[in-house]
Structures are given as structure tokens and as C-alpha cells.
Nanobody, 122 residues
Framework: QVQLVESGGGLVQAGGSLRLSCAASGSIFSINAMDWYRQPPGKQRELVATVTTGGSTNYIDSVKGRFTISRDNAKKTVYLQMNSLKPEDTAVYYC????????????????WGQGTQVTVSS
């Protein structure tokens, strides 16, 4: 099976920075797209950023120019560098990764991290 472990959340003042990490382990054959989602209090989960196998990235408009998603395939890790944080960035952040993995046979599925809280104070 595959597991994802997130780290790097916390409390920061507006204008500050945080770096989230999401590390994978398990019987991984290949890693496809890697995403970061967030769920603000009382709101629905939203896709924040995506990095494809080829390294192409996409962001929601509200974080463009402030957040950077990156991946290290050798370390099986995806990162989210968050700069110029705003109170409206407060949310639980989740990584979601599309894996091909071994489980008796090759399978493909999306796995989720456990979530990490990011709180930005004004």
C-alpha cells in the first residue's frame, strides 16, 4: 500500500511564510500528478495547486505569485512553499497524489495525506 505523511503546518502572522511537505512511502511503481488542496473553516475543500509528472504547474488565482508547488521524485515528496500569507489562507491543507503501485498487481489510485493546519493571524 501507499502512505502519505504531511508536515510543515503551523501558526504564522500575515505576510509570513510556511513550507508544507508531503512524503510518500510504500510499494510505489510511479507517481503521476501531485496536488495540494485546502479546506477553510466551514467551507468546501478546494484544489490549490497541481504539479504534473512533467513538472507543469497550475494554481488557483488567489495564490498565484505567492505559492509554489514543487516535487522531488527521488524523495517521493511534494512541497508547497507559501509566501505572503493572508488570513484567508487559513485552512487544513491536504496533499493528494495519483500513484501507480503494487498490491498483488499494478493498480492506480489517488491517496490523501492526513492534513495539516495552517493558521494565519492578522
Amino acid at each position: 500500500q501507499v502512505q502519505l505523511v504531511e508536515s510543515g503546518g503551523g501558526l504564522v502572522q500575515a505576510g509570513g511564510s510556511l513550507r508544507l511537505s508531503c512524503a510518500a512511502s510504500g510499494s510505489i511503481f510511479s507517481i503521476n500528478a501531485m496536488d495540494w488542496y485546502r479546506q477553510p473553516p466551514g467551507k468546501q475543500r478546494e484544489l490549490v495547486a497541481t504539479v504534473t509528472t512533467g513538472g507543469s504547474t497550475n494554481y488557483i488565482d488567489s495564490v498565484k505569485g505567492r505559492f509554489t508547488i514543487s516535487r522531488d521524485n527521488a524523495k517521493k515528496t511534494v512541497y508547497l512553499q507559501m509566501n505572503s500569507l493572508k488570513p484567508e489562507d487559513t485552512a487544513v491543507y491536504y496533499c493528494a497524489v495519483d500513484f501507480t503501485y503494487y498490491s498483488g498487481e499494478l493498480k492506480r489510485n489517488i491517496f490523501w495525506g492526513q492534513g495539516t493546519q495552517v493558521t494565519v493571524s492578522s
